[in-house]
């Protein structure tokens, strides 16, 4: 591969200043003392220990990290489950309408999914609350799962599989012993990914929220709505964090992964 031109590399950091310059002007002004994002007066960790002094806050927050974990878990159960069986269709034709039908959810717009699960719930008279989000955020985040585990599958030779039940390995073995551990870095990612969205969701939580009920990226939306706080830019500074340490921890996961199969 040659090398990136001079040129090349200023543009990627004009792309870079561009994206990530409002989200470090808010969490600047996130430590100011002052009340608005016009003038900083002094450093200050006053509205992050508003955040958590705020016993609401602190349940808003739990909610969202429980939701994300929970349908992080489930989803990535349910779509690399659902990888394999897609990969062993023997029909070419049903085995690529599957796959355009799981990309169709992963590019219709959240508005219409989340419309569509809210008219779903109150058809079948699920009260909106904490198990209408967690399936929701669940049903959104299956097919991302899906993307991201499939194409270690088809890496896979089935030669491996052959192998494995050469020498007796029943269905069962083939899987946990051969076919998961292979996929494993794709596992990992579609979880980290899944989790990623679901914090990050606002759309389709909207819809399917209740009384009683909420997650951050809801509550920073109703706290903006109500006028411009520090305490958003708070907030918002802390999900930047949990966000980013996410991916540093993916990172470091799938680095110890690639060493692991180099050595």
Do not use: C, W
């Not at 993307?147 to 030779?157: A, H, N, T």
């Amino acid at each position: 591969m040659g090398k990136i031109s001079k040129g090349s590399k200023a543009y990627l950091a004009l792309v870079f200043i561009v994206l990530y310059a409002p989200i470090f002007f808010l969490i600047f002004y996130s430590f100011n003392s002052g009340d608005s994002m016009t003038n900083f007066k002094s450093f200050t960790l006053s509205h992050y220990k508003d955040i958590f002094a705020d016993n609401r806050l602190v349940v808003i927050l739990l909610n969202t990290v429980v939701v994300a974990l929970l349908s992080a878990l489930f989803a990535t159960i349910i779509g690399t489950m659902g990888a394999i069986g897609i990969q062993m269709l023997r029909n070419r034709k049903l085995r690529n309408t599957v796959l355009s039908l799981n990309n169709i959810l992963i590019v219709s717009p959240d508005v219409i999914i989340g419309a569509s699960f809210l008219i779903l719930f109150t058809m079948i008279g699920l009260k909106l609350g904490f198990m209408s989000v967690l399936l929701s955020h669940i049903a959104f985040s299956i097919p991302i799962v899906v993307i991201m585990v499939l194409p270690k599958i088809q890496e896979m030779s089935n030669s491996l599989i052959d192998a494995a039940r050469d020498l007796g390995a029943s269905r069962k073995e083939v899987l946990t012993r051969v076919i998961l551990p292979y996929i494993q870095p794709g596992i990992f990612a579609g979880f980290f990914m899944a989790l990623t969205y679901s914090l990050d969701d606002f759309a389709v939580t909207f819809f399917v929220t209740g009384n009683g009920f909420s997650t951050l990226s809801v509550e920073i939306y109703s706290m903006a709505r109500a006028g411009v706080s520090l305490t958003v830019n708070a907030i918002s500074g802390l999900v930047f964090a949990v966000t980013m340490l996410l991916v540093l921890g993916y990172y470091f996961v799938t680095m110890r992964k690639v060493k692991g199969v180099r050595k």
